[in-house]
């Protein structure tokens, strides 16, 4: 349902919601409660704001998810790429419905597994992936071409898609028809993950190069997910989280702008990726304050005329950092009402916890737990009957107006970092902006980072936050209160040596194997490219179909560009 949100709507609310919700398609099921009692799909006032109406506070689709629900997309990687493979079978076998690719350190700072700094990492925080041959064996017997598929990895994220471009070329997928996300959000990791390889500006150009690529030849792939998870695990509040993310969003819709893309072609590409924490109504409000913001400054500020190019959609992972070591089992139930925020959020994917997280990577009983808590919510809950239940709830909205007003105070700051004297409230002057090239919010961003003022602020909130839990302020069961407990130790999942001894000589045959002469000057061309305006995307794939590994790729750019060092600061 894409229309120019501009034109003149007739009706009341209410009525255009009705219209929506009677021309869309909704699901064969029941949607009665427990007792059999019929509700209706969305309630609301006659001119009150509705479900799948700008600016989509309450959602973005007036079914709610009577038409869908979220997609079940469990993050899993460990090992090689031939046990995390196993792994994802039993994910889509138990119901799951997309799968997300955890990667191991090596991996995400875009070094080999015999990498001498790789050593005793391979395969130990996701899955070790060194070139496009452990992508085949990855998604071995999974159908690319209709499993969406998410890759949570920013610094060498452009590589790796490129490696799984092949993998799908060589199972003889249409590589045109695939569908997912990769997260390439290179802003986050200076704010918050810290996993960069170069400067800002040339991991700004690979994203500008992938936006364009996917635009015109894989259309339904979104190359960016822009993350909010990784800067509130690191000790942001909600609303620096909300708001941070939302600016880095505005800075990568700038970035489209800046290469001459049309926003309402390149929008709908980006999606978003939010933490779920334990304070139900603030999370369940920031999901809300979240799809309101993007739709006004896209629309606003950017010029987007479709509903697609102005919602926001977001995947929700549940909080790791609320998860403890102190009475494991105390997890299930955090993640649960953590789940449980998001959905009534409104998220479009969702990824739950498992309780040994804290220790290790997940076992397959926690994975499954983690998984059925899901199914649980969806299924016996209720609570996919009904579009954005909890709205016009006194308390959730005006929970919600508070995290907006907190959010836009923010995106002044960032803006006046980059010598801009507009605020948000200065819509017109914003569209100037826009309009002439001047990304006022990327050039912020860049002074934020420069500066360290991200840093600090998140710091300062995990500090202010801390000081509550030593004061026994905020209390965390199990750890500063209600501390006796029966439970005893887990059976967690270790990792052997033996992985990474395996890796790195299976990384040696190839290398043998291959071409290296043919490699090695696929490697080059790409950087004879990338000192030209052309796009590097058809050279990078080049260089993973002749099984070039991923720090070679990479080597080879730092060699070009330089890496990055963060200032010391004290």
């Known amino acids: 349902m894409t229309q120019d949100t501009g034109s003149q709507e007739t009706g009341s609310a209410r009525e255009r919601w009705q219209a929506g919700y009677d021309g869309a398609r909704t699901r064969d099921v029941d949607f009665t409660t427990l007792s059999g009692v019929e509700v209706d799909p969305a309630y609301g006032t006659d001119e009150g704001e509705w479900p799948g109406q700008f600016p989509y506070t309450r959602g973005l689709y007036p079914t709610g998810y009577r038409g869908r629900t979220w997609t079940i997309r469990q993050f899993a990687g460990f090992g090689n790429a031939q046990q995390t493979n196993e792994r994802y079978k039993m994910i889509l076998g138990r119901g799951g419905g997309g799968l997300s690719v955890a990667f191991d350190m090596p991996t995400l700072m875009g070094l080999d597994s015999d990498d001498p700094r790789s050593l005793g990492e391979v395969g130990h925080c996701g899955v070790a992936i060194d070139s496009a041959a452990d992508m085949e064996t990855l998604f071995d017997g999974i159908d690319l071409g209709s499993v969406t598929t998410s890759m949570t990895i920013s610094g060498p994220a452009v590589p790796i898609f490129c490696m799984m471009i ?68 690191a000790g942001s509040t909600a609303a620096q989280e909300l708001a941070f993310t939302l600016a880095d969003g505005f800075g990568y819709v700038e970035l489209g702008l800046s290469r001459g893309l049309d926003v309402d072609v390149f929008a709908p590409g980006l999606s978003f990726f939010f933490d779920a924490h334990v304070d139900f109504f603030e999370e369940i409000a920031k999901f809300r304050a979240a799809r309101r913001i993007w739709a006004r400054w896209l629309r606003d500020v950017y010029g987007a005329q479709t509903e697609k190019a102005q919602w ?34 409104g998220t479009n994917s969702l990824h739950t916890n498992a309780l040994d997280e804290t220790l290790a990577l997940p076992s397959e009983q926690a994975a499954e737990i983690a998984l059925r808590t899901q199914q649980v919510i969806m299924e016996e809950t209720g609570v996919v009957n009904v579009a954005d239940p909890l709205g016009g709830s006194w308390y959730v909205e005006a929970l919600t107006d508070r995290i907006e007003a907190e959010a836009n105070a923010i995106f002044d700051k960032i803006l006046a970092m980059g010598g801009s004297t507009l605020t948000h409230d200065d819509v017109d002057g914003l569209a100037a902006a826009a309009r002439s090239g001047d990304d006022p919010m990327t050039k912020g961003l860049l002074q934020g980072i420069e500066s360290g003022w991200f840093m600090s602020e998140i710091a300062e909130a995990a500090f202010q936050y801390q000081v509550a839990l030593e004061k026994k302020d905020k209390r965390i069961v199990g750890v500063n209160c209600h501390e006796e407990s029966v439970t005893h130790d887990l059976e967690i999942l270790r990792v052997s040596h033996e992985v990474e001894v395996e890796q790195v000589r299976l990384l040696a045959q190839r290398r043998t194997e291959r071409d290296d002469a043919a490699a090695a000057a696929a490697v080059q061309r790409m950087v004879e490219v990338g000192r030209t305006d052309d796009n590097m995307i058809p050279a990078m794939l080049d260089a993973c179909r002749a099984e070039a590994t991923l720090g070679e790729i990479c080597n080879a750019l730092k060699a070009e560009w330089g890496e990055y060092r963060e200032p010391a600061r004290f």
Not at 314 to 336: C, E, I, M, W
């Open 166 to 233: 092949v993998a799908a070329e060589r199972a003889g997928v249409d590589t045109g028809t695939l569908n997912g996300t990769l997260q390439t959000d290179i802003f986050k990791e200076y704010i918050a993950q810290k996993e960069w390889l170069f400067t800002p500006e040339p991991h700004l150009r690979l994203i500008g190069d992938l936006m364009e690529h996917c635009v015109e030849h894989i259309p339904a792939y979104k190359p960016l997910s822009v993350s909010g998870y990784h800067i509130r695990e």
């Open 312 to 345: 926001l959609r977001f995947h929700t992972q549940t909080a790791g950092v609320s998860l403890t070591a102190q009475q494991p089992y105390n997890n299930v139930v955090r993640t649960g009402i953590e789940a449980l925020s998001a959905v009534l959020g």
